[in-house]
């Protein structure tokens, strides 16, 4: 990198290394190894972590750092920014039903490609990378159709970055041991590895007359450049210069296809999606700017409260990049001080040191940001799944009320547990990941059921088989129909020694940005810990507390990438 400029903020690059370095990292990494990577000093590490955890943007345990959810309200920002993810997206999610492949958006970040959206099918061999992982332009489907656009200087340094090191050298996303610099070893995949890395050589030296190809044909392809059997077909969407915005790709795999076949197959389909894409992008109303959060009153009250282990440089510069969003792609110098309530000179001196490490560029007298903001953890973090997000606040939940929490989906007419946290009592609830019990004499199951729409749970209810599990249980169907109004009426349910003798539960929903509850939390104890007035007085405002919280990381996390729920 180069020299930074003499106004650049010291501590704002510091924390940008370390949040690099986590997500580098696929997330997460001890403070020791932080220091490794960063080249920091230990206590530089600590005074950092301290300030982004603070903020929200990384958990800590013990002596290991986590990337937490809200950090992914950078990677928004720039999402939001570019649009094209709510604009396109459901073109995406319509051809990869149609094709029953993967569909995937990329768009040109210096001599690679970033992906910024992922439509995937579910199946045993997963065939995507994540939202913000960053290839060689060379290796894929999209990169020759953004060096058709590449000025002399871009394929200057492409040719000196490549001439430095391996074809996946700075780029983290490129698998392990693909790159041409990875020994064969002597195994049966030696013969499997060797032409791969043939492919891989080849497409660096051929990589220009690729890129004229496809800029004749308007397409282009990835035979296994990244990993063998994976295959791709990819055409550009233009704005109305006719320089592309984005490429869209069509992924496959070599059980399924060969590189000519999967061409053959899609490309008709793939060119009608990028020519609807691009009527979008022309007829797409101005959007609505989104409000900014002025966080600078903020900064100043956590300084004011830490002292010394707050960092105010590093979070008042990171809030920079939280003033750019849907509506706001572009913005002077004053806007993004009116944005975060930032003075001029702070501002400044943020937006300096941000254009210095690749994360804001400048247009004229105005600012945008980067696909490179993606680079803060977003790749890790856009694969969170639901158990992932709810975790830490169950075990903050157990930590208050010293009695187990769950987390549950709806399977069927079941429901299966996909995290919990137990408590360290002698006597206590045991129930392990991946137990099922009947959705009509659970806690969970009940506000999960209770949320259908009405059509759908009375179906559901006229297929169950309802079982007596305990002299206590609900078995008439009118009486448990009664009881599930009452519950999406009041937002909770209680089960009090219905689904094992000596065992009381009170759960709530977790919605999605939808509003549809896609989970439910709850609080299980014996009998003997709390009467039924108790756990709606003690414990309900607390596990409403949770709810909530899970709730705000799902629209963080759930804002531009699709949440497994298990």
Known sequence: ?????????????????????????????????????????????????????????????????????????????????????????PHAVQLAEE?????????????????????????????????GDLLPAERTAPG?????????????????????????????????GTDTGAGTGNNTGTS????????????????????AAARHAGWAVDDQLIEPGLIAVAVPVRDAAGAPVCAVSVVSHTSRHSAASLRAAVLPRLRETAMAMEAELRGAPAPTPSAPRALAAWTSASKQELGAEFVESLARGLTVLTAFGEGRAELS??????????????????????????????????????????????????????????????????????DSASLAVLDGDAIQYTARVATSRIMSVNITLGTRFPAYAASMGRVLLADLPAAERAARLGRMELRALTPRTLTSPAALAATLDEVAAQGYALVDEELEEGLRSIAVPVRGPDGRAVGAVNVAMHTTRRTVAECVAE?????????AAIEADLGVVGRFCRIPLS
Do not use: K
Request: aromatic share 4%; with cysteine; glycine share 8%.
């Open 333 to 402: 110098l004053s806007a993004v001080a009116e944005a975060t309530g930032l003075a001029r000179a702070t501002a400044r001196r943020a937006l300096i040191t941000l254009h210095h490490l690749g994360l804001v560029a400048t247009e004229g007298r105005t600012f945008r940001l980067t696909p490179r903001v993606l680079s803060l953890g977003c790749p890790p973090l856009s694969r969170t799944a639901l158990p992932d997000i709810a975790a830490p606040h169950l075990a903050a939940l157990v930590s208050t009320l010293h």
């Open 539 to 547: 414990v309900l405002p607390v596990l409403r507390g949770a709810a």
């Open 1 to 89: 990198m180069d020299t930074a400029p003499a106004e650049a903020v010291g501590p704002l690059m510091r924390g940008v290394a370390v949040l690099r370095a986590l997500s580098d990292a696929d997330g997460r990494l001890s403070l020791g190894e932080l220091v490794r990577a960063t080249g920091l000093a230990r206590s530089t590490v600590d005074r950092v972590v301290a300030t982004l955890a603070r903020m929200g943007h990384l958990r800590l345990d013990g002596s290991s750092a986590t990337l937490a959810p809200r950090l992914m309200e950078l990677a928004n920002a720039y999402l939001g920014a570019l649009r094209l993810p709510a604009l396109l997206g």
């Open 192 to 211: 499997t590895r060797t032409g791969f890395e043939q492919r891989v050589t080849q497409a660096v030296g051929g990589f220009e007359q690729r890129v």
């Open 144 to 176: 020759p159709l953004f060096a058709a656009h590449w000025s002399p200087r871009q394929w200057q340094d492409w040719r000196e970055q490549r001439a430095a090191g391996p074809a996946g050298a700075g780029f983290p996303a490129v698998p392990s």
């Open 99 to 131: 094709l029953d492949e993967s569909v995937s958006f990329a768009v040109p970040d210096r001599d690679g490609i970033r992906f910024v959206h992922q439509s995937t099918r579910r199946r045993a061999m997963s065939l995507t990378f994540r939202i």
